[in-house]
Structures are given as C-alpha cells and as structure tokens.
C-alpha cells in the first residue's frame, strides 16, 4: 500500500471524443449541451458551456471509422479504430495537488504515459487496462476567465 494516498479530483474537467466528421459532431454537442465553440482548429473544436475554457471538445481523425451499428455492420478490428471516446480529465484543487498524487501513483505502480503543459493546465496522461485515456489535470491559471481572453 502507497505511504499516502494519491488524492481526489475537485471537479471531472472535459472529455474528447474521436470522430470522422468534426463538423457534425460538434454541432450535436453544441445543441445537446447548449454549449459555445470557445476554439476551433483544423482538427479540434473546443466547446463550453460555463467557465471552463472547454469541457468537451470534438478531435477530427479521418482514419476512423464510425461504431458500429445495431444492424449487424461488421466492427473494426481494434478498439483504435473506431470513432468515440478518446479520454476523460479530472481537475485537482492544484499543482502541487497534482504533484503528491504523482508520487503516490508512482509508489503504486502506476506511471503516466505522457505529460503536457497546455498553458491553461498541466496534465498527466495514464492508461486503463483497456488502453482508455485519463488525464490527470490541475489549472495553472487562477482566474478560469483567463483562458477564454
């Protein structure tokens, strides 16, 4: 068992969904979530529906396939290869915050896959068994207003 414990999340912070059709996706989104595009790139749009700087945002993967549907249609080899969720964030009250549950995490064996700093927050990216996505994050802006300026 770890020496301390890695901690809790304050707030779940956004997920990502994979798609083939950027545009259509994030329509649906912004009408089921009554939400706002805050940033659009070629290959992402961001959407948020309160002060967060985006709590969904929509990735454009052309090699995706679109999930399989009810009728039977043959499902892709590779979980990867399909359209969907690409990972989950959870927000921590801090850096430092962010920075003990590392530690701890470590002494349990788990070790981050990668690492960002995205300027509005530094994350942390681990992997499921199953190979899902889950991002580890803390704001490195006090004022959350900042990041839509």
């Known amino acids: 068992m770890a020496a301390t414990q890695p901690g ?3 707030e779940l912070a956004h997920f990502v969904v994979r798609t083939h059709d950027m545009d259509s996706a ?3 989104y912004q009408k089921l ?4 595009v805050v940033q659009r790139t070629e290959r992402m749009t961001f959407l948020s529906y309160d002060r967060e700087h985006h709590r969904l945002a929509v990735a454009l993967d052309p090699s995706r396939l679109p999930r399989p549907r009810a009728n039977g249609s043959a499902a ?3 979980p990867q290869a399909v359209c969907g969720f690409d990972h989950v964030a959870f927000t ?6 962010l920075l003990r549950g ?5 002494e349990l064996g788990l070790e981050p896959l990668y690492c960002l700093n995205h300027g509005v927050s530094a994350s942390m990216y681990y992997a499921d068994p199953d190979g899902n996505k889950v991002e580890l994050q803390a704001q490195n ?3 959350p207003d ?3 300026a």
Request: proline share 7%.
């Open 8 to 10: 809790r999340p304050v």
């Open 26 to 28: 994030a329509d649906s």
């Open 33 to 36: 979530l009554a939400a706002d």
């Open 76 to 78: 892709p080899t590779t």
């Open 92 to 97: 921590f009250g801090s850096v430092g915050d």
């Open 102 to 106: 590392y530690r701890a995490r470590k």
């Open 141 to 143: 802006l006090a004022d």
């Open 146 to 148: 900042m990041a839509r």
